[in-house]
């Protein structure tokens, strides 16, 4: 069967452009297959992944993939930083990153930051995946907006992200389930306080709900045997310490177990399903919620030169740390709790010059 020559030109020129198309995709390293110059590159520290960036397209589009997030997540080659944001005396916000296993370990300021968020305050700020995200908030002038940003730790950019279904401002946000949570708080309308937005970032919406429950005067919240516990506000009709918690498995709200709570006088994180509250009432004094003996146990006092309430926690691994104003840090291993009851510091992170109050701080793992 004779073939028509213009049906032979046409089958030339496509494999020549499909040999052109692979021309073009040059190797990560010369000389090197792909999974070869992956298993290298991923082993760079995270700190040089923006000079990584610098060195071509290709390493430019590898670093800032899932691809390379899943990798490193795989192979444990993954590191933890500390993002802390602050409201300086001018009432700005800002944000601090720290990499915990740097040798000079020193809070560095980050750029960046949405204009429209910089004078907000009642922020929802939460990590999920490689993404920080600042949610609704208010102002002086500003009703609760529905607002919604989002910080790609990979590409070192702030872009708009989903509006939450509902304005808000003084929230609890976080994460279950590789969900965002948004929570309570006080909105635009009467039944505002008693809902809350669910994000999904794999469908990049939110939905509502709503529960009586959930009470508008929130101070505090923890992720806490995978439920969503929410301490509130003390009133003349309550003195004490009150909290509920949100059950996955039934889509509702109820109220904490009264034990528990009534050491929950403080901010608050969760190392290796332990409850640890930092209690700043009379001095900066550690402590842990023993489940089987349902009682609360004193850790150890923290030294009042290294830290000036308020302070907000965070944890890594075994490490807590201890954020307080001008973002002056202290470090407690509670791996080992032999030192019960005495003052302890395992290490400290000198505070900057400015006293800034950290409103709240997160984990970010790349």
Not at 130 to 158: H, I, Q, V
Not at 208 to 232: A, F, M
């Amino acid at each position: 069967m004779l073939i028509p020559l213009e049906h032979v030109d046409d089958e030339k020129e496509s494999s020549n452009n499909d040999n052109e198309v692979e021309a073009t995709i040059s190797p990560l390293i010369s000389g090197l297959p792909d999974d070869i110059s992956l298993f290298c590159l991923a082993r760079v520290p995270r700190k040089y992944h923006s000079v990584l960036k610098c060195v071509s397209k290709r390493w430019r589009d590898l670093v800032c993939s899932e691809e390379w997030h899943c990798y490193r997540q795989k192979h444990k080659l993954d590191e933890t930083w500390i993002y802390a944001l602050c409201r300086d005396k001018l009432d700005q916000i800002s944000c601090y990153v720290l990499d915990p296993n740097s040798s000079s370990r020193c809070w560095k300021l980050m750029q960046g930051l949405p204009p429209r968020m910089l004078r907000r305050k009642g922020m929802g700020f939460e990590a999920l995946g490689n993404k920080l995200f600042l949610l609704g908030g208010c102002g002086w002038s500003e009703d609760a907006t529905n607002e919604a940003y989002s910080y790609n730790a990979s590409m070192d950019s702030w872009v708009e992200a989903a509006s939450l279904s509902t304005a808000r401002c003084y929230f609890a946000s976080e994460v279950l389930d590789e969900k965002l949570y948004a929570i309570g708080g006080i909105g635009s309308h009467s039944s505002d306080p008693h809902s809350w937005d669910t994000f999904d970032i794999s469908t990049n919406s939110w939905t509502s709900q709503t529960d009586p429950n959930i009470v508008p005067e929130i101070e505090d919240s923890v992720v806490l045997d995978g439920k969503i516990y929410i301490r509130c506000g003390k009133s003349p009709a309550t003195p004490h310490v009150y909290a509920v918690v949100y059950e996955p498995s039934s889509g509702t709200w109820q109220h904490a177990d009264a034990d528990m709570v009534s050491g929950w006088r403080g901010p608050a994180v969760v190392v290796d399903g332990i409850l640890y509250v930092l209690d700043q009432s009379s001095g900066s004094r550690l402590t842990m919620w023993h489940k089987e003996r349902r009682e609360w146990m004193p850790v150890g006092k923290l030294s009042p030169l290294l830290t000036r309430p308020p302070c907000q926690l965070v944890a890594i691994g075994k490490s807590i740390f201890v954020v307080g104003k001008g973002l002056g840090t202290v470090v407690v291993d509670v791996g080992d709790l032999g030192n019960v009851g005495r003052v302890m510091m395992s290490s400290s992170i000198p505070k900057l010059i400015s006293d800034y109050n950290v409103i709240s701080c997160k984990c970010l793992t790349i």
